[in-house]
């Protein structure tokens, strides 16, 4: 079933694919890694000026890794605002999506700490780097297949 969101982008020629909705009734779609930014600005353009929250999350070990967005088209006057939700898929052995920073610059941190957790790489991103973990650390912690290392490393509390 296509919401109204997925209606718009179909008569536009936008190339998506609808997933329907989730339990609180948001309109959930997937697009490619390849058409996410122009769809963003025009997501963007179109009305969705809030980046809600950015996620990422390892589909199955070995599989695909996803980008979560969650947006909201924030007007004065509405009470219930219109919410969305973009899944970015990219394959786990070259995990690049195109950043949205320039579009929704909360979307920085939140894409450092996919990168961080999971290893997508966000094109064109100012500062993509570590955040959570040190710059020196080894593999991609929220992967499904990471293997933790068998030390601890003990840190001076002072």
Known sequence: MQGHLSVW???H???HRS???DYQGIETLQIKPEDWHSIAVILYVYGYNYLRSQCAYDVAPGGLLASVYHLTRIEYGVDQ?????????APRSNPRIP???W????????ERESYDMLGISY???PRLKRILMPESWIGWPLRKDYIAPNFYEIQDAH
């Not at 605002?81 to 898929?89: L, R, Y």
């Not at 579009?103 to 939140?110: E, I, L, M, T, Y």
Request: proline share 3%; net charge negative; charged share 20%.
């Open 19 to 21: 997933l329907g909705f």
């Open 123 to 125: 094109e064109n991103h």
């Open 13 to 15: 020629g936008l190339v």
């Open 103 to 110: 579009v929704w610059k909360s979307a920085d941190f939140q």
């Open 9 to 11: 982008l179909v008569k």
């Open 99 to 101: 950043s949205i920073f």
């Open 81 to 89: 605002p219109e919410e969305v939700c973009i899944k970015v898929f």
